[in-house]
């Protein structure tokens, strides 16, 4: 431990006072500070989540990460950030590591937002979606495809919240539309009922994750499977990836459609 750390530890024995309320509030959310982190070099401090967030979309755009990050405070340079201190003993996150919860996957689907959609629609039959109906039928991975879409944009693990009052709009838009055959604006509808629940979380990513979630559901297919058509009509990812499971499975994904004994 060098001296460095131990100052760290010194200045972690009064963790507690800094909870109450307006003795030093967070400088990013400005509420009292909730998990208390210290940036490793200017020891300025922050919710460890604040903190995180304000790291990560910082360096989103930079490739590699950068290993250190500018304090938004004092500008100084840091390169991790102390928390989760107890007795003594505290954990360090490194700058250049990566949320942990954040797969390939999320990082994948983040770039997506940023791309444009092309011809998706047409590969995953959209108008096809709204004629048949098909939106009445549940999709039994919704939910999981909600939590990764959602933990992609707002960088936050745990979604929860936002997934369920979702799945709550999808499910009400479901079940209006059981009992009203042959609604003209029944796309429209889906559009404003989901985009009114997921603003206030995703504010202008709002449009562009509705239209995801529209290609996603009447794609009928496995996340996994989504991905890789998606992967396989966009050039947003590393050109390997793309070629190497192509090449790899190349009847992979005949099995995981499953629409495909629709009667049309
Ligand atoms: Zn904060
Ligand atoms: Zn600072």
Redesign the pocket.
Known sequence: MDRHDRSLIEQSGNNEEQLSPNSNPCPICLGPIKCEAY?D????NFCYNCILQWINVVSRKCMPRPSSVK??????D?FSVIHGYNRGSFQRHYINEDCIFLSEAHKYRSQCYSTETGTLGDKFDVLRFWKLRKYLHPNRWLHDWLRRELQALTLEEDVEVIVHHIVGSIDIFRNRQKHSVGAVDVKEQFISLISEAARPFIAGRTERFVNELELFLASGLTIDAFDKVYMQQLSCVPEETVEGEASEHPHHDRHLYVFDNDSE
């Open positions: 940036l070099q200017c020891f300025h304090c938004p405070l004092c500008k100084a840091n």
